[in-house]
C-alpha cells in the first residue's frame, strides 16, 4: 500500500473513533475492507487518493466475487466504500464523491430459525432445573436466557448491560445498542423473577474485585463476554428436542416473531429491537407468514 493511503487510513480511523463514536468491532470492520480497497488500488498503480475513480471500485467489488465471498460481504463492503468516498469529498480530499454511483448486489435475505413458544418455554425450564441447586451460575444462566428471550436484545447489549440499567420497578432495561444509540426495553414477569433471584443470591457470590458495576459476572468474577452466553445459548439449545441450533441472535430472531405474531404492530417491534430502518424489522413479517404457510399445509385438509 503507497505510504500515502496508509496515512489516510490513519486518518479515517481517527474519524470513526472521534467524529463517528463507533464501537471497536465496527471500527475495524470499516478499516479492514477500506484497507483491503486501497490496497487494490494500490497493486493497480494508484498512489494518490485522487486518482481513485468508481472504475477503481467496481474492480475491487468484482474481484471479491471472483474470490466467492458471499453476496452479503459484497453488499457490506460495497456500503463501506460509498461511506469512505462521501468522507473524501466532505473534507475536500477528493473534488467529487466517486463511490455515489457504486451499486450493491442485492443480498439474498433468508429466514433466520426461530423456535416455536412451547420450544422457547423448554428452553427456559430446562435451564430453571438445573438452576435448581440455587448455584450463581444457574441463576445467572436462567436470568441471562429469560432477559434474551423478553427483550430480544443483542448479545453485546446483554454483556454490556450494568446493575444501574435494570429499573426493577418499571421492569425495564436501558440498553445502549448500535450507533451509541439509547433505548428503553420492556421484560415481563419471568425475567423479573429470574433477575431477582441472580441479583439477590446469585451475584453475591461470583461478586469480586473485578465485577464494577456489571449485571452479568462470569465464573471469575468480572463482566462476562459475549462468547461464554453463546455457548450457553447452543448448550441449552441441545436440551431442547428437535429445536434448531440457535444463538443468542435466534433468541432475538424469536422474541420478534412472537411479539409480531401476538399482534404487535411492526413499528412497536422496531422500537423494542432498536433497528434503524422499518425494513429490517419486515423481515420477521416473511418467517410469521412462512410459518404461517407451513402450519396451513399440515393441517388444512385442501392445503
Do not use: C, N
Amino acid at each position: 500500500m503507497p505510504e500515502s493511503f496508509a496515512r489516510l487510513l490513519g486518518d479515517y480511523e481517527r474519524h470513526l473513533r472521534s467524529e463517528r463514536d463507533l464501537t471497536d468491532h465496527s471500527v475495524r470492520a470499516y478499516l479492514g475492507d477500506i484497507a483491503g480497497l486501497l490496497d487494490h488500488a494500490g497493486r493497480l498503480g494508484l498512489t494518490e487518493i485522487t486518482d481513485l475513480d468508481l472504475r477503481t471500485l467496481r474492480s475491487w467489488l468484482a474481484k471479491q466475487q471472483t474470490m466467492g465471498r458471499a453476496r452479503t460481504t459484497l453488499a457490506r463492503r460495497a456500503t463501506a466504500a460509498r461511506v469512505f468516498t462521501a468522507w473524501l469529498a466532505r473534507t475536500g480530499r477528493t473534488a467529487t464523491d466517486m463511490g455515489a454511483g457504486l451499486g450493491s448486489p442485492r443480498a439474498h435475505r433468508t429466514l433466520p430459525p426461530v423456535l416455536r413458544v412451547d420450544e422457547a418455554d423448554t428452553l427456559i425450564q430446562a435451564a430453571a432445573e438445573l438452576a435448581d441447586d440455587g448455584s450463581p451460575i444457574g441463576l445467572r444462566d436462567v436470568a441471562m436466557l429469560e432477559l434474551l428471550y423478553a427483550t430480544g436484545i443483542r448479545v453485546g447489549e446483554l454483556v454490556g448491560l450494568d446493575i444501574d440499567d435494570v429499573d426493577r420497578d418499571r421492569r425495564v432495561v436501558r440498553v445502549l445498542g448500535k450507533g451509541r444509540k439509547e433505548r428503553t426495553v420492556p421484560y415481563g414477569g419471568p425475567a423479573e423473577r429470574a433477575l431477582d433471584a441472580w441479583l439477590v443470591r446469585g451475584r453475591p457470590g461470583l461478586t469480586g474485585a473485578a465485577s464494577g458495576p456489571a449485571l452479568f459476572l462470569g465464573a471469575r468474577g468480572g463482566r462476562i463476554d459475549q462468547r461464554a452466553v453463546r455457548t450457553l445459548v447452543h448448550r441449552r439449545i441441545a436440551d431442547v428436542p428437535g429445536a434448531p441450533d440457535i444463538g443468542p441472535h435466534g433468541l432475538r430472531h424469536t422474541a420478534a416473531t412472537h411479539l409480531l405474531e401476538g399482534g404487535a404492530d411492526l413499528r412497536s417491534v422496531q422500537e423494542l429491537l432498536g433497528h434503524a430502518s422499518l425494513a429490517t424489522t419486515q423481515l420477521y413479517t416473511h418467517v410469521s407468514s412462512d410459518r404461517l404457510r407451513r402450519a396451513y399445509r399440515q393441517a388444512h385438509p385442501r392445503a
